[in-house]
């Protein structure tokens, strides 16, 4: 459910990097029942959500207040949360270009042979 926009966190930043709900979103995304359910099934354990909950609440914090400690903590974990992301390798290859025959029609008529 996160969205793969690259996040600018600049040092005299004045705004959160993202809204604030977009936190409390992901925290309840993460403790509903199919989130749960395919997550014990993919990994056999339950997810862990209270870093959601924490950005959530720094974010609030940020907001109201300028603490610098939460703008710190939230920044630390988004950054955590894209160096993350980051370390997995895609399942494709990307094409560089199409291949040579892209234009021609399909061979529907021949049965496929798997």
């Known amino acids: 459910m996160t ?3 690259q996040l600018v966190l600049t040092p005299k930043s004045k705004k959160p ?5 977009d936190y409390w979103t992901e925290f309840k995304h993460c403790k509903s029942l199919t989130n749960c359910f395919h ?4 990994y ?15 974010c609030k914090e940020w907001e109201k207040h300028r603490a ?3 703008k710190k903590a939230l920044q630390t974990s988004e950054r ?3 160096a ?3 370390n ?10 199409p291949p040579r025959d892209w234009h021609m029609p399909l061979n529907q008529d021949k049965p496929q042979d798997s």
Do not use: I, M
């Open 84 to 86: 993350e992301q980051n």
């Open 17 to 21: 990097p993202r809204d604030c709900d």
């Open 44 to 58: 056999g354990t339950s997810p862990s959500c209270q870093q959601w909950k924490e950005d959530y609440h720094s």
């Open 68 to 70: 610098p400690k939460s």
């Open 80 to 82: 955590n949360r894209v």
């Open 39 to 42: 997550h014990y099934y993919a």
């Open 3 to 5: 969205s793969n926009k």
């Open 88 to 97: 997995f390798t895609p399942v494709w290859t990307l094409r560089q270009e």
